[in-house]
C-alpha cells in the first residue's frame, strides 16, 4: 500500500500476530474510533446512553422497554429512566400494546429520526473526513475490513 504516513523501511518484517492478538487490536482500535467520533455527538445535547437507547429505537422500530434494557444491556429502571428523559426531550413516545395494555411499545418521533439521522450523518463526515488523507488501496483495504468486521460482529 502506498500512503503520505511513515513507512516501515529499515525495519524487521512484521511478524504474524495471533488471533487473540488481532482481537485485542480490533477491540482496542474500536473503542477509540467509537470515542473519537463520539465527540461529534456532544452539540446535540444528549448523553452516550440516550444516544444509544435512541438508536435502537430508531433504527430497531417499535420495541419494548424490556427489550430496550436487554439491548442496550441495562437493567430496567434504568432503561425507564432513560425513556423518561427522551419522552421528555420529545424524541421518544410510548403507546400501550393493542392487545395487552400491561406492554408499552417505544416508538421514535419524526425529532427523534431526526436527531439520529443528522447525529449519524456527522459522524460519518467527520470519519469521511479523516480517509481523505489515505491511499486508494488504503479506503480499499478499510473497504474489505469493514465488510469482515460486519459479518464479525453478526456472529457476536
Keep these: 500500500m502506498t500512503s503520505t504516513r511513515k513507512k516501515d523501511k529499515g525495519h524487521p518484517p512484521r511478524k504474524r500476530a495471533t488471533r487473540p492478538e488481532v482481537a485485542d487490536r480490533l477491540h482496542s482500535s474500536a473503542i477509540r474510533l467509537l470515542r473519537a467520533l463520539r465527540r461529534q455527538d456532544d452539540k446535540w445535547g444528549l ?14 422500530g417499535p420495541i419494548t422497554l424490556g ?31 393493542a392487545d395487552d395494555g400491561r406492554i408499552m411499545w417505544i416508538r421514535a418521533t419524526p425529532n427523534g429520526k431526526k436527531l ?22 488504503e479506503v480499499e483495504a478499510l473497504d474489505d475490513a469493514a ?3 460486519e459479518f464479525v460482529a453478526s456472529g457476536l
Excluded at 439521522?117 to 460519518?124: E, H, L, Q, T, W
Design 47 to 60: 448523553s452516550a446512553p440516550r444516544l444509544s437507547a435512541l438508536s435502537v429505537v430508531v433504527f430497531g
Design 67 to 97: 427489550d430496550l434494557a436487554r439491548a442496550e444491556q441495562v437493567r430496567p429502571p434504568t432503561m425507564t429512566r432513560l425513556v423518561q428523559a427522551l419522552e421528555s426531550a420529545g424524541l421518544v413516545r410510548r403507546t400501550p400494546d
Design 116 to 137: 439520529l439521522v443528522k447525529g449519524r450523518a456527522a459522524r460519518v463526515k467527520a470519519l469521511a473526513f479523516r480517509l481523505k488523507s489515505f491511499s486508494r488501496e
Design 147 to 149: 465488510r469482515l468486521l
